[in-house]
Every structure is written in structure tokens, then in C-alpha cells.
């Protein structure tokens, strides 16, 4: 579809918790974000219908331009009319729904099954049960776990290519008496993404009874995974899915020009078009109320996982079965129960959009708010190596050039410097890396623009439409406290100097105006490193946090025990809000557990000598130039090491190759 | 954001209002047997449906010991579709084994030499749970129906629904409601108690027989047993140590001896109803309640709960955001409590009771 003389573009984002619309429109000759709003989703008590919240914040776009978008029945009125009222385009993209109800059919359960849960993590899937030949159940139990599950998919996987048949024709058989069994309406589609050799065997067995897609085996090879065509074909099917979800969403889908699309293809898709025009890598993490989404580009290869189980509103009632209290209590400067832990998510799951009143609750909602995004990122890293069956979590992190965060307790603080220091505590970069935070859903709205308008995913992205918290530099090493970690000279676009000493184990915003350039030369002290360099001189752009230097050091070194974490989480949040937190000494009574340590990646570990570790950390990540404009970096230099090949940075491109890039992309 | 569109969250707390409620059959189906424009009590049964049932499979070439499947059809005595009865012959060799049904159901599938049966499904009754009529009928889906009553809302529940006579505890509180000292009015009674259940006390429901136990509070490790209580049981505030608040207080003591139902919804992504007690109260003149008024924005004055559970009433509107104590900058309303202290409170905490 192309309508390429589209001028105004809306797009309307519903989420568990908020519905997001963005106005776009062409501002001498260029795609521009124009206005933004939101409004409560309404689909739970009392309406039930999405249309309400819809109306209400179109109304309030409506109200914040002078520009009429809706009519009186409650559609946008489009196309746009001589006199500004309506839109070219309407778009609509949305995270609501109850994922869909899966179960995963394969002959072994670290092999077929694997591949088959990485593939269907990037999509909203929820898998009810998985079946397999080896398990001990009877065909009874399996049949009856497959029908009374009564899930909208049957996802069956299995066998390498030029393998063995029979036993893979042996599970399609299960499925299809069980579809047999279940009543019409109700019967699941098959998603068959197993051998292909028995692919005309998979149409004869399933053809007559339901709905099928069929992608390319995700597990060719024992040693190689292919998960591309499944993780399409997953999509598919959610799209089929969607299209009976009820909520008022038949109403937005008949006025939308595409549908209503999932919130998270549109992050796959964006953040692989950020990932071809940018060196390094780029991460994208939005924590939702009810699913979370986490999309890398690596090496030009991008993948995205969802969780149904990881989520700060709606999904915090289950966010414990996934992420372990031990990993939250990490972060809390307090003794807490795992009752208590266990009560603010539940409570939290009663009220999804509730913002933390007290000290106490804003420790337990930023520590499941780190622990999740961690937790995300551990179990995303092995999808993102697409060739790889068994990714080695041991290995360095892959270098981000750029982290976007999303989601309202994440960018929803009000303080642009908090949401900066969730970011880094979370993902620990060193080196220097650009923070941003989409707090209006534009990623949503661009990756739905995308497959129609690519030349406005291009401009609106160029004009700086998400939020730039700033610029991160952050120390390599343990700086020690109370004593000057690195010194910063700023030197701003009128020449003026300023000159920082940032002291050891403290997070500190040095003020520079959004979008203002400067110049900084960090000088770091003895043991520490900007990516085992002493000395950095770079071209910055302020963010709504100005410059950001991360002096705590890498692995952050978080205490360990709750008396010490008393000490210096709330000196954190001081340096990053300004507002000192007092932590009552009631609150540290009691036996104090010691924190087990969570599994994280050795990168992140602490390692022996601190010496020895800045050597390590210098080759982890390259050191670039940043203005902030791709064109601008200085190529980067890189070393290799020990037993491992340095990343060669991508070739640098230009402009115009972004958007055919993009086109090709989406055709 | 602008502030006079802001539309609150609602949690109902209302002494007399009209009631739209709607009672939705399961993903199986079922059939509703009302009419719309029919009058409905609290307990007339509205629709039948069936609860899945599981099925049984059966290898009836091994056990007949036949060369091969296709040989089962014309041994077969029922047929797909057929009704059986535990016991029952389904198939027979000549002159030799025959194949009983361990089940009572029906004969679903005869095909690969296997034959599948399935258990008789459960019947299950759903009943009206409000006095009032029926206004809509959807075949298949469910019906609406119209009632006036006071409703009050809560937080959580614990998936029952159930009808009875509101009674408070008595003041030594339900803990100490001893088995040997029954009292007859609690026997399929709603109690509210105004203190935080205890394992003890889903015991005491269980021997009392009261059917509904509303509550502020619960502790999480008591979940598991609150699922598996004998009736419903609602929080009016959550879960942790929390104190029912005056005003929730106040409404069910004046609601104290009045027939309700309980339902005790099950909060879940995408539910739309909220768990709430519905009571009979009678209307009095001609002049009948208005439905809530769930479109209109806040402003000052209007009646709202906090997080905390305090209630109280809008008294500013700030129009930047706030500072909080924590470190957050969030959009804020200043809330005048019941007791006359003001407080300011993030905006997306509070619930519109009206």
C-alpha cells in the first residue's frame, strides 16, 4: 500500500494502561511530530470498549492543535478538508489483548521445542502447554491437555532437514485428532514450522479442519536455528487472532489504514531500520503494564522478544514467576519480606496505573523495574544471534551504540535523570552511549507508518522526536569514593568553559539545554577508564538531562547487603532527583539476608583486579565520536582479543540509502 | 495534558443508583432461557451451560487384539454421537472380547483404531444475581440486565459469586466465632469484617457456613485458601495488612440485614467488570437513580478514594506537576479527607466513587 501525497498522518497507540496519539503533518516539506496526547484505555470497567478512550483522546489532540480530527459519530475524519479539519492517514497499533493461547508441539524438548519457544518469543504468545514424543504422558492426557487448554494455536515443530519423518508426522496426527475433537468455532489454527519434507502430508492432514501457516523448519540443523519465517507466521496468526478480539477494535480496524498492527512489530521494525543507519548496536526496551518488549539490533541483525509474564501494571501479579525476588531485592535499601515483595505485585496488578506515593514504593517499583528489564535481557541475548542454537551468555555484551526506553514507569518519572539511571543501572554500558525515552509511543506509530510512509519514519526520526535523556558516559572500573573519579571540561558553542570533577561512586547530570552542542574532554583518574581509555574528547548534544557521567563504575557495584544498599541507593536517587529519601532505621531491622547473587553475563561480574579489569573492559566497546548525526562519528578504533574477534564498525551510509533501506525492508 | 479533560478511574461507592450488569456465558456457550423485558430475582437461573469434560481414548485394536484397524468399524455396537453408560458394551468381536465403557458420556470418535469417549459434561446453572429486569438478550453470549441497589466495589476477589444477608462481625471479631457457639443468622450470611483475614478466618466461614466474607485486606500467603473457601470472599482494599476505610465501613453497616449479591470478581487483563457487592435497597418516591456517571471528568468537589483507601473530596487541580516526597515529578490533585486534612496524591491514584 502507498500513499505517498499522505500530508497529515495520526496514529493512535492503545496500550493496557494508556491510549497514545501522535499528529504528524508535513512543516516545510518535512515530516514532523506536531502534537502528542494520551488518555486512559478503557477497555476494562466501566466501558469495556477501546472506542471511549479513543474518542477522548482524540478530542484532547483535537483540543491541543485547533485542529478538528474527529467527527461526531466518533470517526476520524479523513482525508484531511480545506479547512485543516481530518487527516490524510489514520493508523492504529495496540499492546491490549490477551496474548494468544499456544500450545508447542515438538520431539524433543531441548532441541524443537527450544527453537519454538525463541521463535514465538517475539510475538504475544502465551504457551499453555508443550508437548512432545519423549514425555512419560499417555495420548489421553495429551489430547485432554490439548482441548480443555482450548488454545487458539497448535504450533508444531520438529525434525532436521532430511531427518526422520515418521515421528514428526506422529505428533501432526495428535494435533489434528485433537483439533478433530474440539468444537467448530473453537478449533485452533496450526502453525507447522517442523521437517518441510512432510510439508504436503501437514496440507492433507489439515487443510479440511482449520487454518494453517507454515514457516521454515526452526530447527534445520541441531547446531543452527532459523526462526525468521516461524516468527512471521507467528505474527500472522496473531494478526487473524486480533481481528475477532472484541473491545471496539473492529470499529478502529475498519477506519485504520493497515489494521490494527501489534505494538511490537513496529519495534522490530523500527529499531532494525535505527540498527542499519547507525555503527553500533541499538537496544530497545519498553516495560509495559501487561507485556514487555525488547528489540536489539546486533551486527545488523535484529530480533525481538516479548513477555506476556513481564510487566509493571497488569502482568505484575505474575511478573514473580519470571523474575526472582532475590534479583528485585538487589535494589531494595530495606528488609523486605518475600510477602511484601509479593503484595505490592498483586496490589499493583489491581491497580495497573498506580504511581508510587511513598519512598518505600518507589524502591519496590524501580527495583522490579531494573530486575525485569534485566531479566528480559538475559533471556533475549540468545535470540540475538540468529545462527546460533546455544548462545554463550558468558560473552561480553555486544556493543549499544543507543538504548531507547519505553513504558510509563520507566518514562513516566517526571525526572529525565531517573529514567536515565533506571536505563543504566539496568543494561550497565560503559563507554559512551545515547540515552532516549519514547514516552509517546512514537515507535509504535513510526513501525505501523513504516510500511506505508517510510520517507516520514525517516524524517520524523531525524528531527529528534523521541526524547533525548543524553549523552552517557560511564566509567570502566571500581572509582573509589570520596575521591575525584574523572574530571569533565565542557565547552559550549560560545566557547565558555566549565570544568567538573565527578567524584567517585556518584551519578552526576552536568546541565547543557536540549539540543545544545558541546564539546567534552573526560580525564579519568587512576584505575578507572572510558573503555580502557584515561582520556575522551567528544562532540555531545544536550538532553532533557543534560550530560550524563556515570562515575559508580563497571560492574556496577552494588552492596550487598541492605544496610549498605541504605547507604547508597538513596544517595543515587539524590544525585539523579535532587530529593534526598530518608531510609528509617526500623526499616533495616531484622536478620539481614544476604543477596544471592543473580546469573548475569561475566561481563558484568566482578573480576580480579582492577587493573586487569579495565584492560578487559577497554576492548568491550568501542569509543566513538557522538554528535548525535551518524554521518558525524569518527570511526572507531578497535582492538582485537584474546581468542575473540573485534566487531568491525559498519560501513557508513547515507541518507537516501536509509530510506530505500527501509522500502526493502518492508516490501 | 489538560486537566479538564482528565477522565478518573471509577470504583463505585453508591447507596442508590441504577445497576447495568451484564451475565456472559463461558467460550463453551450454553442457553439462555429469558426473554428480554423479564423480570428476574436474585436467584432465577438465566442460562444453562456445560463445563468441558475430559476425554477418554481408548486402543481398541490392542485391547480387541485386531489385525488391523480398519477391521474395528464392524465390530463397533455404538456409534459417534451415541450416548453411553459406564458399563455399557461399545464393541465386540465375535464369539469373543468385548470393550466396556469405563465411563457415562458419549461416543465422540471411532477412527485409527482408537475410539475416543467423552464424559458427560457437568451442567452448570448461572443465575441472575441481581433483582431487576432483563433488557437485553445476546443468544449464546449472554444477557443484560437492569436493577437499582447500592454497590460498593473492591479490589479483589475470589471468582465466586454468591447471594445472602449482609451481617457485621461481632465486635470480639470473627476469630473468635467459635464452633460450639453457632450463631443461625450467619449461616448463609455475606459478613464483613473489618480486619485483615486470617487463616483462622476462612475457617471459621467454613464452620459457621457463612457464604461471603467481605474483607480490607489479606495477606498473599492466604490466596490458595481464599480460592478454595466455600464462598465468596471480596477485598475491599487488597492485599497486605490494610484497614477498611471509614466511609466502606459506614456503608456496609447501614447496608447491615439487606439481601446482596457478592460477586467477587477475579481481577484480570481485559476483565471488564470490577468485584463488588450489589444490595437490595429499596426505592424510595417515584423519582428513580440516575445510572453512574462514568463520562464526566473530574473536578473539583467530586467524591474520590486514594490509593491508601482514604476517601475524600477534589478540592485543586495543580496544573503542572508535582514533586513528590520520592523523587517523582507527576501530574497531582489535592484531596480534602473526610477528617478535613488535605493531601496531594498523584493523579492516576485516585478512583472517582460516584
Known sequence: MSISRSTSILAVDFGNVNTRSILIDLVDGVYTLVAQAQEKTTAGFPHGDVGVGFVRVLTQLSVNTGRRLISNEGRVISPEQSDRTGVDLFLATATIGRPLRTILMGLFGEISIASGKRAASGTYVDILETISLGENRTLEDQLNAITLARPDLIFITGGTEGGAEEPVLELAQMARMALRLMPKGVKPSVLYAGNSAIIPQIHELFDKLTGIFIADNVRPTPERESLESAQKSLAQAYNAFTEKRGLGFDVIAEMSAIGVVPSAQSYQTIVDYLGRSVRGGILAVDIGSAVSTMSASVKRYTATSIRTDIGLGHSANVILNAVPISAIREWLPFQATDDEITAYTLNKSLRPATIPETVRDVYFEHALLRASMRTLLR???????????????????????RIIGAGAALTGTGQPMLTAMLLLDAFQPAGVIRLQADPHGLIPALGALAYIIPEAVVQVLDGRSLEDLGMAVSLSGIPRKGRAACRVRVTDERGEVTTHNIMGGTIVSIPLPLGVAANIQVSASGGVSINGKRRLKIDVIGGTAGIIIDARGRALPLERSV???????????EQATGVKHAIPDEWLSGALPETPKVEEPAAQKPRRGRRKKAEEAAVEEPILSVTGDPAAEAPPKRRGRRGQAAEEPPPPETKGEDIDDLRNLFS | MTYEIYFPNHRHLLTSTLIRRERTLPDTGGRIDVNPMTRVGLNDVIAHTTAPSPYVVIDAVRFLKLRKASDL??????????????????????????????????????????????????TVEVEAGLNGMVIEVEQGRGITIEAYGAVLQGMW????????????????????IFRDAMDIELRGAILVTKRQIKKVTLQVMEDQGFIGLIAPSMDVSLIDDAMKAPGAVLLTEGFGNMRMSASHITFLEDMRGRQGTLDAVLPAPLEPRLPEVVINVPL?????????????????????????????????????????????????????????????VPLANIDYLG
Open chain 2, 73 to 122: 468399524d464392524a465390530l463397533m455396537e455404538v456409534h459417534p454421537g451415541d450416548k453411553i453408560e459406564e458399563g455399557q458394551t461399545i464393541a465386540v468381536r465375535p464369539r469373543g472380547k468385548r470393550l466396556i465403557s469405563p465411563i457415562t458420556g458419549s461416543l465422540i470418535y471411532v477412527g485409527e483404531g482408537r475410539i475416543i469417549l467423552q464424559e458427560t459434561a457437568e
Open chain 2, 284 to 344: 424510595t418516591g417515584t423519582n428513580r437513580p440516575p445510572a453512574p456517571n462514568t463520562t464526566q471528568p473530574l473536578r473539583r468537589g467530586d467524591p474520590v478514594r486514594l490509593g491508601s483507601g482514604a476517601v475524600g473530596r477534589v478540592v485543586d487541580l495543580p496544573k503542572t506537576p508535582v514533586l513528590l516526597d520520592n523523587g517523582l515529578r507527576v501530574m497531582c490533585v489535592q484531596v480534602e479527607l473526610v477528617a478535613g486534612e488535605k493531601v496531594i
Open chain 2, 157 to 176: 476477589g475470589n471468582n465466586r459469586r454468591t447471594v445472602g444477608t449482609v451481617r457485621i462481625e461481632p465486635d470480639e471479631g470473627v476469630e473468635n
Open chain 1, 379 to 401: 533471556d533475549s541475548r540468545p535470540t540475538w544471534t540468529p545462527d546460533t542454537a546455544l548462545d554463550n551468555l558468558n560473552t561480553p555484551m555486544p556493543y549499544f551504540e
Open chain 1, 563 to 573: 544496610r549498605g544498599l541504605a547507604g547508597q541507593l538513596p544517595a543515587w536517587y
